[in-house]
């Protein structure tokens, strides 16, 4: 019976399609499979490969921030690239500043389906982009108050104006205090305002209105080559009233004190003024082309009183080429400078004050027709009538111009 039911089974064609079909469909179920799985992996690269890019380009524009390590910069380049980078992976990110390139490196771990069949471990699948990089400086800052901290780190009184048409004015102070225009004649027009805190008062007199954000600007010059200083070749140097004198270079130990209605010419070359003031009394004219002012040591300041005429041109070599004044960044800052302006005010070069504060009172249109005007200083407080005159001129080249001045900008480009 047994060898007949066989037979019979033997015999019997019915349901041979379908078993055929099912054995026949298996290679393509599984090549569709494979299909599959390729195009899954090629989505995951390509959305990978994307966020790379973005990333990279996000990481660059870090190497903007001022005042940053070449560490600090591939750290902050790692966070954006991580904070991007949301899905499970190993990022790494390396900078070459030698080269200006930046690659970022992601990988990922992709479990396939059907070719899990084949090849039961994970794939690993890893994408690179690389972005090099242009450092170009613009719009530079030629008034700049660095004080991070206070109220009123930046104020005008009476009708005190500042014109800057072709550079920048930066306050550093984080107070939304921090500016305040005192008085209904003051105004700020400049090429660019930056404020990192915010404005007391006057605001609608600011043009442009300030940027709506602004990151602090780290002292430029706190780092800055400083000339050497010998042994003093003056003590306390003084010149009477009404005197007419012609003074040369050289140390000026404990000061340099100008009496009312004095005439005094500075010959070209470094004055080092080194535990003193360098002040004046009454209607002193001073006149330096060529001259600059290094102030280092204890109670070191500027203090020229109202009526003072000044017009000095900067060095145009040596280590503080460009500067007028020049306060050592690591000399006594417990003294506040003053000066005054006038009509006749002219200086051509930058007057750095670092972190010691500064008045400055005026009348008048001061420092009208110089192309180069730069001032800094801890905090800044303009008195009087005066409309000053401050500009950065990108044709100037008389003196040396700092690129410090400048902000820097990164300009990418992805090259893989």
């Known amino acids: 019976m047994a060898t007949g039911l066989l037979r019979k089974f033997l015999r019997d064609r019915r349901g041979n399609f379908a078993f055929t079909f099912a054995l026949t469909s298996l290679p393509i179920l599984f090549s569709a499979g494979l299909a599959l799985d390729y195009s899954m992996i ?35 380049a790692g966070d954006v690239v991580e904070s991007n980078f949301t899905i499970p992976g190993a990022v790494e990110v390396n900078l070459d500043t030698e080269v200006n390139l930046l690659s970022v490196r992601l990988t990922k771990q992709y479990q396939p389906t059907f070719l899990a069949l084949i090849h039961p471990d994970p794939l690993t699948i890893g994408v690179v982009a690389e972005v090099t990089y242009n450092e170009v400086y613009t719009g530079a800052k030629c008034f700049v108050s660095l004080s991070e901290t206070g109220k009123g780190v930046f104020n005008l009184n009476g009708n005190a104006v500042i014109d800057a048409p072709t550079c920048g004015v930066q306050v550093n102070s984080n107070s939304p205090d921090a500016v305040d225009l005192n008085g209904s004649g003051t105004e700020i027009t400049a090429q660019s305002n930056c404020f990192v805190g915010g404005v007391q008062s006057g605001l609608s007199r600011i043009r442009p209105q300030p940027m709506d954000e602004c990151p602090v600007l780290p002292d430029p010059f706190d780092e800055y080559a400083l000339p050497s200083v010998g042994s003093c070749d003056h003590y306390d140097f003084k010149i009477n009233a009404n005197a007419s004198a012609t003074m040369r270079d050289g140390v000026y130990c404990g000061g340099i004190d100008i009496g009312s209605g004095a005439n005094v010419t500075f010959e070209p070359g470094l004055y080092v003024i080194k535990n003193g003031v360098f002040k004046t009394t009454g209607s002193a004219m001073l006149n330096g082309d060529g001259v600059s002012f290094f102030f280092t040591g204890n109670d070191i300041a500027v203090n020229f009183s109202g009526g003072t005429t000044y017009r000095f041109v900067a060095m145009d070599d040596g280590p503080i080429a460009g500067f007028i004044f020049f306060f050592d960044p690591d000399g006594d800052t417990s003294k506040a400078s003053a000066i005054s302006g006038n009509s006749s005010t002219y200086f051509e070069g930058i007057l750095y004050f670092g972190r010691r504060d500064l008045t400055v009172n005026g009348e008048g249109t001061v420092n009208t027709n110089s192309p180069f005007s730069v001032l800094f200083a801890n905090t800044i407080t303009l008195n009087g009538n005066a409309d000053i005159h401050l500009k950065v001129d990108t044709k100037y080249k008389d003196l040396p111009v700092p690129e410090e001045l400048y902000t820097k900008a990164i300009s990418p480009r992805l090259v893989k």
């Not at 390509?46 to 660059?60: G, I, K, P, R």
């Open 42 to 76: 090629q989505l995951e690269r390509w959305e990978l490969q994307a966020t790379a890019d973005s990333s990279a380009f996000y990481a660059v524009k870090e190497l903007e921030k001022a005042g940053k390590t070449e560490s600090d910069l591939l750290k902050d």
